[in-house]
């Protein structure tokens, strides 16, 4: 269900409402609102608090009574850690503890947008928090009958602002609803999210959002001369699709952002084939995909000047009578030629297609997404992505984007000295290296021979695409990473110069 946002100026005492969310920061230093909780308990508020265990930690939340005086039925409070450490961030897991909090009532208020300081915009602020509370109270319960649906729907900013605070929390919901969308079709067993099934739930959330959909069937797929997409796909029964999204708005100037997110509905491993143990969350390896197709549907409310184009491959990796086998070589759209070593190491091989095509629709800046190499995992752990590239600077604007939504990435090399391990001797390249080590670099090494010297990032997000357990306003299972990212890089991107051509 959506969470409608208002904002109010109403004192915090008077705000009739289901639940008052007030903040207190490190020490049980009370923030604003506190004090009247405190008040309408006869100053009990702190020796409950510590009898609690509350510190007052960014994570902490307890609920107490409201007290008779208060307008308000019932009172959370939520730690914010140290007054002068606050973020955007901080206000975004404030967020998400008030909706973990507030599943069973309708109505809530808070005083969160008081307690931040001067340097930090109020807009800003807003938005976090919506993104927060939008993010951290997403459930999925399209497959269950045993869980209940939260029953919070409003939710009122105290403190006012005016129209430009509104706004900013409208802003906050419009996002945190993408990635949501992200998580319901990532959440979505692979029995229900066939290529043209997918496909099909794109467009729909697509239309009305400002941007042309094409969605290619096998025969364009070939005519496209996508090799290592088709090669890749022949093992399904179920045939690929290929969607390229694109938003152009009105007085855009320049060459156009180009975002490709690796869809695997499902990684069987072809041939190859993986462990029984854990494959199950190989239905999640269509993140990229679905974090690139669902930053298309807000450019156009974000008001996005600039043109943006996504490229999502969609197969699935099956073992079969047709599937291809080791030792197969895959001619690419560029022409490039790879030997087909091991079938699990498949994404690279349909992103190589949509790289490709992507530099020939003339982009200037190149990002890619996809849940890659197990390798990443073990450098960087699940929670933060690996960022390569080819150009200094397009790392350093992406990187940044990403830190300013709050979601983790780091770099990594690619090193010259490893190409050589993709060498093969009957193809331009072999799909994995030789030799073990430093997955995670040579699959982005391999990218790297399908992108013509555009500037390019690659993100490999194996480890945040998905959460074992939930953790701040990610829920167990498919967490839309990345998606804020590439809509935070879209509202801010400025095309390249021309240098050729
Ligand atoms: N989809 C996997 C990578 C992956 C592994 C994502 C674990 C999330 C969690 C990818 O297609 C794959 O199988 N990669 C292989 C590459 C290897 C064969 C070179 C891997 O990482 O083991
Ligand atoms: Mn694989
Ligand atoms: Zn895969």
């Excluded at 919070?152 to 949501?180: D, F, K, S």
Aim: aromatic share 4%.
């Amino acid at each position: 269900m959506t969470i409608a946002f208002r904002v109010s100026a109403a004192a915090p005492a008077t705000t009739r409402t289901d639940l008052l969310a007030v903040p207190v920061f490190a020490g049980r230093a009370l923030g604003p609102g506190a004090e009247v909780v405190d008040d309408a308990l006869g100053g009990a508020l702190g020796a409950f608090l510590a009898e609690a265990g509350f510190e007052g930690k960014v994570g902490d939340a307890v609920l107490v009574p409201a007290g008779e005086d208060l307008a308000a039925r019932s009172v959370l409070v939520l730690g914010l850690g140290e007054r002068s450490a606050l973020t955007l961030e901080t206000l975004r897991r404030a967020g998400a503890l008030l909706a973990q909090r507030a599943t069973r009532v309708t109505n809530a208020a808070t005083t969160l947008l008081d307690a931040i300081p001067d340097s930090m915009d109020r807009t800003d602020a807003a938005q976090a928090i919506a993104e927060g509370v939008v993010l951290g109270g997403y459930q999925f319960l399209d497959y269950t009958s045993k869980r209940k649906a939260s029953k919070l729907a409003r939710v009122t900013l105290l403190g006012g602002g005016g129209a430009g605070v509104g706004r900013a929390a409208g802003r906050g919901v419009l996002i945190a609803e993408a990635t949501c969308w992200a998580r319901d079709i990532i959440n979505t067993p692979s029995n229900d999210k066939a290529p043209e099934v997918f496909a099909k739930a794109a467009q729909s959330f697509l239309r009305g959002r400002g941007v042309r959909v094409q969605v290619l069937g096998p025969e364009e797929i070939r005519r496209a001369r996508m090799g290592g997409v088709l090669g890749v796909a022949q093992g399904s029964a179920r045939r690929p699709r290929f969607v390229k999204v694109t938003y152009t708005p009105t007085g855009a100037r320049g060459p156009a952002l180009a975002l490709v997110g690796k869809g695997v509905v499902f990684d069987t491993g072809g041939i190859s084939i993986k462990p029984a143990a854990g494959m199950e969350t190989m239905k999640t390896d269509m993140s990229g995909a679905a974090a690139v197709l669902a930053t298309m549907a807000v450019l156009k409310d974000l008001g996005v000047k600039q043109r943006v184009v996504a490229y999502a491959p969609l197969v699935e990796n099956m073992p079969s009578g047709t599937a291809i086998r080791p030792g197969d070589v895959l001619k690419h759209r560029n022409g490039v030629t790879t030997e087909v070593l091991n079938t699990d190491a498949e994404g690279r091989l349909i992103l190589a297609d949509a790289l490709a095509l992507a530099v020939d629709d003339g982009a200037g800046a190149i990002v890619d997404v996809a849940t890659l190499t197990g390798a990443c995992m073990v450098a960087l752990g699940d929670r933060i992505a690996g960022l390569m590239g080819n150009d200094e600077g397009w790392r350093d604007t992406v990187r940044a984007a990403a830190d300013r939504v709050g979601e983790s990435v780091w770099p990594l090399p690619l090193p010259e000295e490893y190409r050589p391990l993709l060498e093969s001797e009957v193809a331009d390249l072999r799909n994995i290296s030789t030799g073990g080590y430093g997955g995670a670099l040579t699959a982005g090494l391999f990218l790297e021979a399908f992108v013509d010297g555009v500037p390019w990032v690659h993100l490999d997000i194996a480890g945040p695409s998905r959460a074992a357990t939930g953790y701040g306003y990610m829920p167990k299972g498919g967490t839309g990473f990345a998606t804020r990212t590439l809509i935070e890089l879209a509202r801010t991107y400025t095309p390249p110069r021309r240098t050729k051509g």
